[in-house]
């Protein structure tokens, strides 16, 4: 069963969530009340994956506790800047139906704009006035970090970045956790690439486990946070119970090395407003 991960301020998440990135806004409330059936209790997703209205309605209609789901979002984009910050939040709370959000992350640095810093005094008002559980940033590289650490009076409680064994980030994850962050990666399964290695697929069939549950698997035993995405029922099971499959310490050297550089989403220094609004 899925264990929580408990951030700086004592916040927890569980360890598994869904990533309702690109789901289409016509299946993403099918697909989010499924998963509430399935046990997930985890639901991870952004204004920029323009489906909040349907997140929100899956959460409306559920028989599951709204205080036993914990809800990310993120901040677009074209939205950074301090008041528009705070317009944005209220649009996807209303969307999303909640007077609280559990996490609202800064989508992506926009280096080249650099209006990350004034947007986080945003942040840290909306976490002061308990609009927000926990507040974090998404695809921050280091030198980011260090600075809106620096100029931060609320340190960030997660850096999600994209994450697996053939893109495995390792610079950023060190300094996220040497900075007391907790790492959240997202496209775990490197948009479903990185299934299909043959490292994974010994392994899986040496332990009795699918290709998927063996790279989650992995993550989990590095304590990260995993969002796989899947809109398919028995894969969305699958998924959430790969946090019951346990892998050697031979068997995580091996994924270790499947380090390939192989990006599939963006690169963070690049992403400008046309391709993530
Ligand atoms: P689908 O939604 O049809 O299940 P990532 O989270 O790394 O971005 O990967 C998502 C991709 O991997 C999607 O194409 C998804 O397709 C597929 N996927 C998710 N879970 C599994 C699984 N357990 N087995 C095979 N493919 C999966």
Known sequence: SVSPITFHNGVRIPQVGLGVWQVPADEVQQTVETALELGYRHIDGAAAYDNEEGVGAALKATGVDRDDIFVTTKLRNGEQGYESALKAFDDSRKRLGLDVIDLYLIHWPSPKRDLYVETWKAFEKLYEEGAVRAVGVANFLPEYLDRIIGEASIKPMVNQFELHPTFQQADVEAASKDAGLAVQAYSPLGRGDDL??????EIADRIEATPAQVILAWHLAKGRIIIPKSTNPDRMAENLSSADVHLSADDITLID???????????????????IR
Request: net charge negative; no cysteine.
């Open 257 to 275: 090395s499947l380090e390939a550089g192989n990006m599939v989403v963006l690169d963070p220094r690049e992403v400008e407003l046309s391709q």
């Open 196 to 201: 299909n290695a043959p490292e994974v697929k």
